[in-house]
Structures are given as C-alpha cells and as structure tokens.
C-alpha cells in the first residue's frame, strides 16, 4: 500500500515561511513525478510545484522564485519551502506522486497525501 504523509502546514503572517515534508511509504520518489498541489476553496486544484521523473524542478509562475522544491532520496522525502508568503498562498497542500506524470489538475494522479493546510494572513 502506498502511503504519503505530509507535515508543516500552519498559520503564518504573510512575509513568513513554512517549509512543508512528505514522505512516502510503498513507492519510490526517485525516478517518479512527485510535487505538491494547491487547492483553495471554490477553485480548482493546482499543480505548484513538482520534480519530473529526471529530476528537474518546475514551478508554478505564482511562486516562481519564493518556493523551492527539494528532494532527499535516502529518506523518501520531498520538501517544499515556501518564503514570502502571500495571503492567496493560502490553502490545503497536497503532496503527489505518479509514475508517468503529473497533470496540471491533478487528474489521474496515482498517489496523494492527506492534505495540510497553510493560511497565510495579512
């Protein structure tokens, strides 16, 4: 069974940081689509930030140059620091995995995690 949990959502004035964890269980980042989502209420899911399967780190333009995306593979784990937060930062992040893929929507996305929430207030 393939398990990702995530960890550090919170409350944060804007101008703060937060640096949000997930790790998996039952599947192997490495080599795999794994990124984080952002889903606010009334709106779609979107994909924010995310490593392909080589290894190369994209963003979102929303958090182009404030959030960064970083992996560590001994520990299954990837991490998504996020600096100068905005108030329209705020939502529930959810970490997600795929063998092929990660579509923009989050549609046939394999694996995700539970959700965490990150408000950021003005």
């Known amino acids: 069974e393939v398990q990702l949990v995530e960890s550090g959502g919170g409350s944060v004035q804007a101008g703060g940081s937060l640096r949000l964890s997930c790790t998996a269980s039952?599947?192997?980042?490495?080599?795999?689509?794994v990124g984080w989502y952002r889903q606010v209420p009334g709106s779609e899911r979107e994909l924010i930030s995310y490593f392909s399967n080589d290894g190369s780190p994209d963003y979102a333009d929303s958090v182009k140059g404030r959030f960064t995306i970083s992996q560590d593979n001994a520990k299954n784990t990837v991490h998504l620091q996020m600096n100068s937060l905005k108030p329209e930062d705020t939502g529930v992040y959810y970490c997600?995995?795929?063998?092929?893929?990660?579509?923009?929507?989050?549609?046939?996305?394999?694996?995700w995690g539970q959700g965490t929430q990150v408000t950021v207030s003005s």
């Open positions: 039952g599947f192997t980042f490495d080599g795999s689509y």
């Open positions: 997600a995995a795929d063998s092929f893929t990660l579509s923009d929507d989050g549609d046939y996305v394999d694996h």
